[in-house]
Each structure stands twice: as structure tokens, then as C-alpha cells.
């Protein structure tokens, strides 16, 4: 952090193109403000603009980087046929698929992890917005199911990261029961009594928003995420209107009471180790806490369950 | 008036050619008969020939023919002492979905259904079947309704989406879709979906969690429908034969991929050209689906329901 990585090399480059010796990736533009930023300061803040606190995408790992305790282990799933209908568009499905799965070193979309965070026992499954636009194939339907059994099995709360645009096409109707087969995922981790946790990620629409991402215990998104069912183009044709301001944003969905919460990336390890903890220790005696800059007032009976 | 599809061309120009002659000989003119027997053995053979290979895209066409039966057709026609009910307790009515108690053969039940309209003012009335929130909602508030009164669920899907509309994505579109999915999922009760036109997307699957998934034999369920598919994979709507094909959408597909459960045979020609024929098979079709899980407990029905959808998807098909 400083004054020539900070804002000189930014307008030099921009001035006289890159210079020879720094290459060209060190360097992020920002897509919000247009900023440049320096990789080892955009890795520092979490991959959230520091000059707009714009949130960027990130892969599958990273995310579960920032969120869980180093030390997660990642879940073999079961594999789901590829390219079940055979499907063939202006390329081939299967080399569509290959290409994403050699790009990403994952089988799908969806990455699941088991771990903790901040101590606290944790199932991940995190989004890969990367592959293939994290859209809902049978590997993800897959991946959910196993993220929800292992949940199950070790007692242990379940999160979701959506990142999606939607439906596999090219999976046809296979990527469309996957929306009951995810919703029976979520049924199974609430019926053992686990909490089950979405954290919704930019962008999160179609089919995803549309099962088992509504479906949480609670509902978190990241600032500014782009959530939704239709997309905004098609609204837009359909009803001929401008769409408002904000529309479909994480703060809109939040207003419309949709969300629980808008949690910075950098808030997000510690509110789902308060949540876990609140909903898995009721009984842990509490120190009255600051956090995000608000002081968390105790309940009226906090003060005396404690003293049990 | 007959309403032909495009590629029925063949079979009007014939069928109005017996029409002309039928009136000639209403005017007196000379006895016709024979010609006009051979006329409709020719256009009836044509028929035959040409309903027994719909492409996949005519097949779209035919789903969403006008004068297909519609969701308030089969309620008419299958079920007695209809009495439809409305409203999800929260924001207002939506018309897209018809929701109700009546009784089947019988049997009382709870019915659902996205119902597309078949002329113009109910075409308006009902949103052209896409459901906004409010819809999905009255729609799970039947199924909880039926789960704790021990009544079976039917329901007859025919829609090209839920509806996509700044004040739907406000109320929770999304939110309503996946909890109708749920309420389909836990109910307690039979559960039998028939797909009698258009299968669309989100929007169907809304009211198709069901123990048995029938499918009219040129209704199609699909993930986005081929115009939409086609503009994003072709990026040329006029593609969308082509993707119509790629996406598997047909009942014989779906069935062949273990998606559905049964196929229902259509009347020579499909529904629209005999509806009472075609709601008399669907009729049969359901009491044959339902008897055998009429004595099945909650437990079972759910969880022989669950496995069903859990297998999706998991196993190639050749
Ligand atoms: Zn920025």
C-alpha cells in the first residue's frame, strides 16, 4: 500500500500503456469505478474493491478460503453422467464441459467442503459462477445432496454459496428436476434440526433462486449481488417498462424482506460463526459484543439463562 | 372455425375441399358421397401419418394449440361438485392458477392447475397462465389444505413460465416457486401431475412434485422453452426448431429419461380434435395412478416420493 502502487502506476499505465516489466495482471480495473488496483492489495481485501467496496466474483476455493478455517477439506462427490441428452448447440455439450472442468481442475459447478468456522463445525458448498455460469446440472443437483447428507451425518450446520445463472440448458428437463431434488437437500438438514444457511453471491437467478436458495433458515447476500427469478431483460420486453433503480439487487431483495441481512465480505466469517453459535450454544455465556460497529444489545433473559 | 398449424397446411387444403363439395351437394347439386368418402379417408390417413412423426417443434405448436383443452376444460369434465377457491392470504387472487375441492369419481380431492384461457378476455383474465407469487402461494396453501384433510392432489399444468414482471420478482417470486415445490415435496397425501399442454420451466414445476408425473402425448416439459434456448445457445430465435430437438422436451423423451412417469395417448390428430376422447383418457389414466397409492401412509408416499426425484438425473440414459 503505497502512493505508487496506489494511484501512480495506475495513471502512468493508463497514460503511457503498462510498463514492460510489470505485467499486465498485477493489475485489476475495477468493474464498478473503473479504478485500478494492485493484485496483492485487492487479494488483501478480499477481492472487494478498496476505492468503491464493489464485491467481485470469486471462485469456488477462494470463497471458501475467506470463509472457513484454514485446514477445509474438500468432499469427493459422486460422479453424474455427462452430457445426458447429447446435447450439441453451435458446439458440443460434452466439450463445453470438458473445457470448464480443465479450466476449473473440478468436476462442477459446485465445490463442497467440510470444516469450521471460526470453530464452529461447518458443511460448505460453494459456487463456482466460472463454470459453465454456475448453472444447475445433475453434478449440482449431486453436490447438494451430498453436501446435505454429510451435514446430516456429522450434526453439523449446512452453507450455501450460490453463485448461478440459472438452469444447465443443456441438460434439458435433467437440470430442471433438480430443483425438487436441491429442495429435498434443504428438507433433509432441517429435519435432523441443523440449521441450513444461503449466502447469496452475485449473481444468483432462474432456478437456483427458485428452490432451495429461498429455502434457508436464514438468508444472507452479499452487497450489491444481483438476485432474482426472471432476468432483467426479459421483465423488461414483457411488462415494457424501466425497471427501478436497485432492481433485484441484494439491498432491494432486502427492502422487499426477502433477505435476512447484507453482510460485507469481510463481516461474512464472523456473522455465520454468531449465527451457528447462537442457534448450536444457547446456552454459552456471552460477553457483550461489538461487532460491525454496532454494540449487540443481550435480550432481556440473556442475563439470567446465563447465570444457570 | 378449426384453427390449423402450419404444418397441418395439407390436411385443411383437404379438409376444405370436402367442405366445398359437401356444400354443392347441400344445394342440390350432384350426389357426391363417394368423393366425399374418399376425400376424408385421404385427409384422415394424412392426419394419422403426420401426427405419428411431430417433430419435437411441432409438438411445441400442437402444446400450445388455442384450441387445445385447457386446465378448466379437465376440471369441467373430470370433476363434480367443483368448487374453486381463492386467494393466499396475503397480497390478493391470482387467476393463473385454478385451485379447488371437488370430488373425482367420487373421490374427494384438491385441484390445482395453471389455466392459459381460451379466448381472448380469459386469456387476460388468467395472465395467459404465468402465475405471479400470489398464485404459488394459493397454490401450496391447497396442498397444505389437502395434507391435513387426507385429499389426494391433482393438478394440470399447462404454462409457458411463471410470469416475469418487476412487482413478481418483488413479492418473492422466486420465494413462492421454491415453497410450492416444498409443499408438493411434504404432502402428506397422493399426489398426481398431469402436464396437459405447455410444461414451462419453474412455473410447472411449481405444481409437479407430485408421486406421478403423467404427460399428454404432445405436451412438452421443458427447462426454458426453444424460442428462449435458441437466442441464448444460437443466438437466433429462428433456432429454436433445432434446440426444440436438442432439449428432450417430448413426453416420449421424458419418459425414456425416467423425468415422468406415464404418457397418455392422444385422439388421432391430438387433444384439440377430440377433446371428450382425451379427457376420458386422462381420466383413466389418473384413477389408474391413484388407486395404488391411495393406501399408502405419509411416511411412505413421501419418502417413495423423495427417492423418485432424488434419482433424477443420476443415471445415463442411452
Ligand atoms: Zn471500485
Same mark, same amino acid.
Given at each position: 500500500m503505497n502512493w505508487i502502487s496506489e494511484w501512480a502506476l495506475p495513471k502512468i499505465k493508463t497514460l503511457f500503456? +503498462?510498463?514492460?516489466?510489470?505485467?499486465?495482471?498485477l493489475w485489476h480495473k475495477c468493474p464498478s469505478c473503473e479504478q485500478m488496483i494492485f493484485h496483492r492489495d485487492l487479494e488483501r481485501a478480499l477481492h472487494v474493491c478498496p476505492h468503491c467496496g464493489h464485491h467481485m466474483r470469486v471462485g469456488a476455493r477462494t470463497r471458501l478460503d475467506y470463509t472457513m478455517d484454514p485446514g477445509w477439506q474438500k468432499i469427493e462427490l459422486p460422479k453424474a453422467p455427462a452430457d445426458p441428452l447429447r446435447f450439441r448447440d453451435q458446439r458440443r455439450y460434452s466439450d463445453r464441459l470438458k473445457e470448464a472442468q480443465l479450466k476449473a481442475g473440478q468436476e462442477d459447478a459446485v465445490l463442497v467442503a467440510h470444516g469450521a468456522i471460526e470453530g464452529n463445525r461447518a458443511v460448505c458448498a460453494a459456487f463456482d459462477f466460472s463454470f459453465l455460469g454456475g448453472s444447475m446440472s445433475a453434478g449440482v443437483g449431486e453436490a447438494l445432496v451430498t453436501a446435505a447428507r454429510l451435514a446430516v451425518l456429522q450434526e453439523a450446520p449446512l452453507i450455501v454459496f450460490t453463485a448461478s445463472g440459472g +438452469?444447465?440448458?443443456?441438460?434439458g428437463t435433467i437440470s430442471l428436476m433438480q430443483m425438487p431434488r436441491s429442495v429435498i437437500a434443504t428438507r433433509m438438514v432441517k429435519e435432523a434440526g441443523l440449521p441450513y444457511i444461503v449466502v447469496m453471491c452475485d449473481p444468483t437467478t432462474g432456478g437456483v433462486t427458485a428452490s432451495?436458495?429461498?429455502?434457508?433458515?436464514f438468508h444472507i447476500a452479499e452487497p450489491g449481488a444481483l438476485i432474482g427469478f426472471a432476468g432483467a431483460r426479459v421483465i423488461e420486453q414483457t411488462v415494457r417498462e424501466k425497471l427501478p433503480?436497485?432492481?433485484?439487487r441484494a439491498e432491494y431483495l432486502l427492502a422487499h424482506g426477502i433477505l435476512d441481512m447484507v453482510v460485507k465480505r469481510g463481516e461474512m466469517r464472523a456473522t455465520l460463526a454468531r449465527i451457528i453459535s447462537l442457534l448450536r450454544m444457547p446456552e454459552a455465556a456471552a460477553e457483550p459484543a461489538v461487532l460491525g460497529g454496532t454494540i449487540a444489545l443481550p435480550a432481556p433473559e440473556a442475563g439470567a439463562s446465563a447465570v444457570q | 372455425m378449426r384453427h390449423f398449424l402450419e404444418f397441418e397446411k395439407p390436411i385443411a387444403e383437404l379438409e376444405g375441399k370436402i367442405e366445398e363439395l359437401r356444400r354443392t351437394t347441400d344445394a342440390g347439386g350432384i350426389d357426391v358421397a363417394d368423393e366425399v368418402g374418399k376425400l376424408r379417408d385421404k385427409a384422415q390417413s394424412l392426419l394419422r401419418t403426420t401426427y405419428a412423426k411431430l417433430t419435437p417443434w411441432q409438438k411445441t405448436l400442437v402444446a400450445r394449440h388455442p384450441d387445445r383443452p385447457k386446465c378448466l376444460d379437465y376440471i369441467r369434465g373430470l370433476i363434480s361438485e367443483w368448487t374453486p377457491l381463492a386467494g393466499d392470504r396475503a397480497f390478493g387472487d391470482d387467476a393463473a392458477v385454478v385451485a379447488g375441492l371437488g370430488r373425482f369419481r367420487g373421490r374427494s380431492v384438491a385441484v390445482l392447475g395453471t389455466e392459459k384461457g381460451n379466448d381472448t378476455e380469459s386469456r387476460v383474465k388468467h395472465n395467459f397462465g404465468m402465475a405471479k407469487p400470489e398464485g404459488y402461494r394459493k397454490a401450496r396453501r391447497i396442498m397444505e389444505l389437502a395434507g391435513r384433510f387426507g385429499l389426494p392432489i391433482l393438478s394440470f399444468v399447462d404454462t409457458a413460465g411463471a410470469f416475469p414482471g418487476i412487482e413478481a420478482e418483488a413479492r418473492g417470486q422466486a420465494e413462492a416457486i421454491a415453497r410450492s415445490i416444498e409443499a408438493g415435496l411434504d404432502a402428506p397425501v397422493p399426489f398426481i401431475a398431469t402436464i396437459i399442454g405447455e410444461g414451462g420451466s419453474g412455473g410447472a414445476i411449481a405444481l409437479a412434485a407430485a408421486d406421478r408425473v403423467l404427460m399428454l402425448e404432445h405436451a412438452i416439459y421443458s427447462v426454458i422453452s426453444p424460442e428462449g434456448c435458441a437466442s441464448i445457445l444460437?443466438?437466433?430465435?429462428?433456432m429454436a426448431s433445432t434446440a426444440a430437438e436438442a432439449l428432450k422436451l417430448t413426453a416420449e423423451d421424458l419418459k425414456r429419461l425416467a423425468l415422468i412417469d406415464a404418457v397418455i395417448p392422444e385422439p388421432m390428430g391430438g387433444a384439440h380434435r377430440d377433446p371428450e376422447a382425451m379427457l376420458a383418457a386422462v381420466a383413466r389414466q389418473i384413477a389408474d395412478c391413484l388407486d395404488p397409492l391411495l393406501p399408502l401412509d405419509p411416511a411412505t408416499l413421501r419418502g417413495r416420493r423423495r427417492d423418485k426425484f432424488l434419482e433424477m438425473g443420476r443415471h445415463a440414459v442411452a
Open positions: 500503456g +503498462a510498463p514492460r516489466e510489470v505485467p499486465e495482471n +438452469a444447465r440448458m443443456q441438460e432451495f436458495a429461498m429455502l434457508g433458515d433503480e436497485g432492481f433485484q | 444460437w443466438r437466433d430465435q429462428a
